[in-house]
């Protein structure tokens, strides 16, 4: 019996429904083993174990993690999906951060690019810095606190540009 290669979209849609019940045997079946996750806000994680150990770690971190699929569009050579996710910074350190115990919402989207049925490379887009506030890690948009962080930068901004004009006329 000959079977068909699913569609990048197919493919995409079974990850998700993988990684949303937490069963990253099954969402980890779905890459090559060179494939190449790119978070763009993060970093790129090169071969299905370190995507692997990525996932194992994001789980660990944020253990009532909820993902939910809110569209996929797809062709013949790519899906990109367009997603939802919360949980809680409550288990283990992410990315070296200790778990502040915030709860944390923000959406997203993959653009994953297929060969003979499992992804290859998958650029994933989210608000880096509106997670970043929601842990805690930068300050509340709006705050005292974000207000003190943008005068001092500024204020250094301006006197490494007075530093530079000086050099450049000397």
Do not use: C
């Not at 789980?59 to 919360?86: C, E, K, M, T, Y």
């Amino acid at each position: 019996m000959d079977t068909e290669t699913p569609t990048p979209s197919e493919v995409a849609r079974t990850f998700f429904e993988a990684l949303s019940k937490r069963d990253l045997d099954t969402a980890m079946k779905f890459n090559t083993d060179d494939a190449v996750d790119d978070f763009v806000a993060i970093g790129e994680f090169r071969g299905r174990l370190a995507i692997r150990r990525f996932f194992d770690e994001l789980l660990a971190a944020f253990p009532d993690f909820d993902i939910a699929v809110d569209r996929i569009v797809g062709d013949d050579s790519a899906a990109v999906v367009q997603w939802h996710v919360a949980g809680t910074f409550s288990g283990g350190k992410f990315q070296g951060i200790e778990p502040t115990g915030k709860h944390v919402q923000i959406r997203g989207v993959d653009v994953m690019e297929f060969a003979e049925g499992r992804y290859v490379h998958n650029t994933i887009y989210y608000d880096g810095a509106s997670f970043a506030r929601q842990i805690g890690t930068l300050p509340r948009a709006g705050s005292v606190t974000e207000k003190a962080t943008l005068a001092a930068f500024n204020a250094t901004t301006r006197l490494r540009q007075r530093r530079n004009r000086r050099r450049a006329t000397r």
